[in-house]
């Protein structure tokens, strides 16, 4: 609620779904649900399908890959963005399923369940892992690693965190691509969307594009001496 903020513009950090009570239309709101914002109300929009979309292009055109690509793939579950671009890519030829994790039906724990796999799937015969969430990533990324496999397998995650940045550092073989708005290009948006809502009164809807980064690009950074994390994901967010 804004309604007693005493302040030219107020910034507000919309983590979840909700309705904004009381707007005056001197907010500035950064959300992943754009559609509750009120109209007269300036928005930056993190589009979480945007970095789906670019997560799966990425996967497709990871410079290892070739078509059909050997995938695992763990998901939560039930109707998603993830689960309708690998369907629509698999009836294309694109992918060869080699494995589906469905975190609500399953009654193993997803670092298990890739370990299993993995112990399955003869070296060589699988390219890529994609995990949709940072938990489901880490679990990938733990059994991958433990499993000591020397065929390139790498994660490939539509979040960006510190974590996973951390992970490309420790092995960027087995970490690959994570994608998502940092946090540091949200507040920067609201900035100058504040900025612009003090000198023009105008508000406006904007929306921040994904960063694709990739752990190549992490370890050639790590290499000239760029150690931490923030910095990193400045430098390749941009």
Not at 169 to 186: K, L, Q, T, Y
């Amino acid at each position: 609620n804004t309604e007693d903020a005493d302040s030219d513009v107020t910034l507000v950090y919309m983590p979840d779904a909700g309705i904004l009570n009381a707007t005056t239309g001197c907010e500035v709101v950064l959300t992943d649900d754009p559609d509750h914002v009120p109209d007269n109300v300036s928005s930056v929009a993190i589009d979480n399908d945007a970095a789906v979309r670019a997560a799966w292009d990425a996967l497709y055109n990871y410079p290892s890959h070739c078509a059909p690509i050997r995938i695992l793939t763990l998901t939560d579950g039930g109707a998603s963005l993830s689960r309708e671009i690998f369907d629509i890519m698999l009836a294309e030829g694109k992918l060869q399923d080699k494995g589906n994790y469905i975190g609500s039906q399953s009654q193993q724990g997803p670092e298990e369940w890739v370990a299993e796999r993995l112990a399955e799937i003869p070296v060589g015969l699988l390219d890529t892992i994609y995990a949709d969430t940072e938990e489901l990533a880490i679990a990938a990324y733990n059994a991958l690693r433990a499993a000591e496999r020397n065929d390139s397998v790498e994660v490939i995650c539509p979040v960006l965190t510190d974590r996973l940045i951390e992970l490309m550092i420790e092995d960027h073989w087995s970490m690959g691509v994570c994608v998502g708005v940092s946090m540091d290009a949200g507040i920067a948006a609201m900035m100058e969307a504040a900025q612009d809502l003090m000198e023009t009164g105008k508000t406006q809807k904007v929306s921040v594009e994904p960063a694709v980064i990739y752990s190549d690009d992490v370890k050639a950074l790590v290499d000239s001496g760029v150690t931490d994390v923030a910095e990193i994901i400045k430098t390749l967010a941009n």
